[in-house]
């Protein structure tokens, strides 16, 4: 970079630049200098993470080595011991306790968004403050009464305890990010098809729908990567029914100091879901974590 | 809807009935689809808050058979003079503001790594978000023992020769350890959002800045910072939201401890609820928080506002 400097010198600066401007420059000596430097800090920061899936691949005896051993003979055993233990039924939990809370948060939350998408609601600003001030609501200032009132009902230790509390979590966000979806649908659209008669399920369901595709696909993405990792509800109102993966990685905390290698393993394999899922929402990923703000 | 569109070419007979009416009717067809997500909304979060209320006034310790009577506000006093309740909020105050100010920082410094093209970009990219994206309670266990254990540790392997090989982080500095866990995984939100804000910047003032002779840091500070605000804002003010909630981070590496020198208050009220079994100063403690939390909130929400709306949409 330091060597593209001087380059806007050289153009008169009264010519207005031309379009395509080339700020940045390939192939030159300090723009290479800066790409192997910014490699080498990516690697050094995930490096843990690196780490991790190494470690995975270790025997417990090398998995605890000093100096840290580098070089092995990968073995996938602790994978197999993972999977071959009791692992697959927290697995089951989280798929449930995911896929349904986003299914319900998307039911309930897109013809909110869409309500308070539309100007003429008086009390629009309202709404959305009272949305958003519940994201604020700290967690251990309602987990006593629920938990009550789940012991009461027999909802404790009850995945769809953790499915409507999920909905709850996520709920202010997808209105949020669905709303700043809806806001970008030219005002025409629905507006011609209203003018067809349509009612409004049926704008929402066929006009609206298509258009919001890649909208609702990047708010479930958010609400799956949340609810999949969310780990205060669950260790707290589950026990050995309904227990979800982070809740089944506490189960470390005893032997941590004896199972390095397949505690790699089961982190690597427990988070592999949303780290994809993130990868692939790459570019929607800002704007869900900004609640749509920026995009 | 469709009906009331055409209305007024029909019926112009009466004009002083049918447009009140008539903008009811439109009302509610606006406001209905909202309903199912607020009445859902304030059934699961304010509802609960209310008993909280109800429950902290009252002394009710599961442990202690004769509590449950109406104790007034001695939860309140009892939580505001306890020394640990304090620390565990002074605590919270330090683990927040720093965590978003350091993840801040090195999530301008990733960004403006990555705002320029060059071999790999997507690449490196996908790795700088992976921290963000593991499970936050396999973080922790993992800085906890692959990073931070002072014998097998890769940190301690690496800081040997700065003579820092042998330090027990987690015992020894538990609240840096947490930090540092949390700076790693909060950094990449940072870098999306300050990335967005790079991309959004445009060309013509960039250069316009070089043109005028202003060197790198000159650009930086008066040029691209100004433009960063709004971003660096909202990424203070959402990181905070999330942070200050934090309790899996605590709960898998440090258990609050030694004794409650890194507990913040979620992990606090938690220990005082599910261990301590007192619901009533639990309670007391939340609604606490809660009052704390809605006067900083109060001010963030303006600026939420601010950054949300567009200036048409505010002043409505």
Not at chain 1, 240 to 252: D, K
Not at chain 2, 150 to 173: A, E, I, K, M, R
Request: glycine letters at 6%.
């Amino acid at each position: 970079m330091t060597a593209t400097a001087p380059a806007p010198r050289t153009r008169p600066a009264a010519v207005p630049t031309p379009r395509p401007a080339p700020r940045r420059r390939r192939g030159s000596v300090g723009g290479t200098a800066l790409t192997v430097l910014t490699w080498a800090i990516a690697l050094v920061f995930v490096s843990p993470a690196l780490w991790m899936v190494l470690t995975a691949f270790k025997t417990e005896g090398i998995a605890q080595t000093d100096p840290p051993t580098l070089l092995f003979q990968p073995t996938l055993d602790q994978f197999r011991n993972v999977v071959g233990a009791d692992f697959m039924p927290y697995v089951g939990n989280s798929l449930i306790a995911t896929l349904a809370s986003t299914a319900l948060v998307l039911v309930l939350g897109t013809p909110a968004a869409y309500a308070l998408s539309i100007r003429p609601v008086k009390r629009t600003k309202d709404v959305l403050f009272f949305f958003i001030s519940t994201k604020m609501l700290p967690l251990v200032a309602v987990v006593v009464p629920i938990y009550v009132a789940a012991a009461e009902v027999g909802m404790l230790d009850n995945i769809w305890t953790l499915v409507v509390l999920y909905t709850a979590m996520n709920l202010p966000i997808a209105v949020w990010m669905l709303r700043s979806f809806f806001l970008e649908v030219p005002a025409g659209v629905v507006e011609a098809a209203q003018m067809e008669g349509a009612s409004l399920p049926r704008v929402l369901w066929s006009v609206m729908l298509p258009i919001m595709a890649p909208g609702v696909a990047a708010t479930a993405l958010i609400c799956m990567i949340f609810s999949w990792n969310e780990f205060f509800f669950a260790v707290n109102l589950t026990a050995s029914q309904a227990a979800t993966v982070p809740v089944y990685l506490v189960g470390f905390i005893t032997s941590e100091g004896l199972y390095w290698a397949q505690l790699a393993a089961a982190a690597t394999l427990a988070s592999l879901p949303i780290v994809v899922i993130g990868w692939m929402a790459q570019r929607q990923l800002v704007r869900g974590l900004s609640m749509g703000a920026v995009k | 809807m469709s009906a009331t569109a055409t209305a007024p070419a029909e019926r112009p007979a009466a004009p002083a009935r049918t447009p009140r009416a008539r903008r009811r009717a439109h009302g509610w067809s606006l406001r209905a689809p909202l309903l199912p997500a607020l009445i859902f909304t304030i059934l699961v979060t304010q509802l609960p808050f209310l008993f909280t209320i109800f429950y902290s006034l009252r002394s009710w310790n599961l442990l202690r058979p004769d509590s449950g009577t109406f104790a007034g506000l001695d939860n309140y006093a009892y939580v505001l003079t306890d020394a640990q309740f304090l620390g565990a909020a002074l605590n919270t105050v330090v683990i927040t503001a720093s965590c978003v100010l350091i993840s801040m920082a090195v999530g301008i410094g990733l960004a403006m790594l990555l705002d320029r093209k060059f071999l790999g970009r997507g690449v490196v990219r996908t790795l700088l978000i992976t921290p963000f994206l593991i499970i936050p309670v396999a973080t922790a266990l993992l800085w906890k023992t692959t990073m931070f254990d002072p014998v097998f540790g890769l940190l301690g392997f690496v800081l040997t020769p700065f003579g820092l090989g042998d330090v027990n982080w987690v015992s020894q500095y538990p609240v840096v350890s947490v930090v540092t866990a949390l700076v790693w995984q909060w950094s990449p939100f940072m870098m999306l959002l300050v990335l967005a804000g790079l991309q959004s910047q445009s060309r013509d003032v960039v250069e316009a800045g070089q043109v005028d002779g202003a060197n790198r840091w000159q650009m930086f500070t008066n040029v691209t910072l100004p433009h960063l605000r709004r971003y660096i804002e909202l990424g203070v003010l959402l990181g905070s939201i999330y942070v200050v909630n934090t309790f899996d981070t605590i709960y898998m590496m440090t258990q609050g401890g030694p004794g409650t020198a890194s507990s913040n208050l979620p992990f606090y009220i938690y220990q005082r609820t599910f261990l301590g079994f007192d619901i009533g100063q639990s309670a007391a403690m939340g609604v606490i928080v809660v009052i704390g939390t809605i006067v900083v909130a109060t001010l963030a929400l303006r600026l939420i506002f601010r950054t949300f709306m567009s200036d048409q949409e505010a002043k409505s």
